[in-house]
Nanobody, 123 residues
Framework: QVQLVESGGGLVQAGGSLRLSCAASGRTISSYVMGWFRQAPGKEREFAAAITRSGGSTSYADSVKGRFTISRDNAKNTVYLQMNNLKPEDTAVYYC????????????????WGQGTQVTVSS
């Protein structure tokens, strides 16, 4: 089992940027797909982005495509989510997660989760 800790959230104005980090411990994540999800108040958790083991392929939700970039540094056992041109509708708790099975677009594909980091975008 891997422990995941997100950081980098905060309050930002619309149009601004944030970079989230997800630090893993207890197990190397270089062999696994990693993903970012988010949950807005009163809404279900939804997929945001995912990245393959090597970082060679990525996947994004339509709502964040072109604005968010997922990346990873396997040497640091860390995954990142660069968020640009943030909008009020991006306000949510952001979670990172690991998929041991290699699939990546559904919540059920992911096995271990972090505790989340709050992102608030003001208009």
């Amino acid at each position: 089992q891997v422990q995941l800790v997100e950081s980098g959230g905060g309050l930002v104005q619309a149009g601004g940027s944030l970079r989230l980090s997800c630090a893993a411990s207890g197990r190397t994540i270089s062999s696994y797909v990693m993903g970012w999800f988010r949950q807005a108040p009163g809404k279900e958790r939804e997929f945001a982005a995912a990245i393959t083991r090597s970082g060679g392929s990525t996947s994004y939700a339509d709502s964040v495509k072109g604005r968010f970039t997922i990346s990873r540094d396997n040497a640091k056992n860390t995954v990142y989510l660069q968020m640009n041109n943030l909008k009020p509708e991006d306000t949510a708790v952001y979670y990172c997660a690991v998929s041991y099975g290699g699939n990546w677009n559904s919540m059920s594909d992911y096995d271990d989760w972090g505790q989340g980091t709050q992102v608030t975008v003001s208009s």
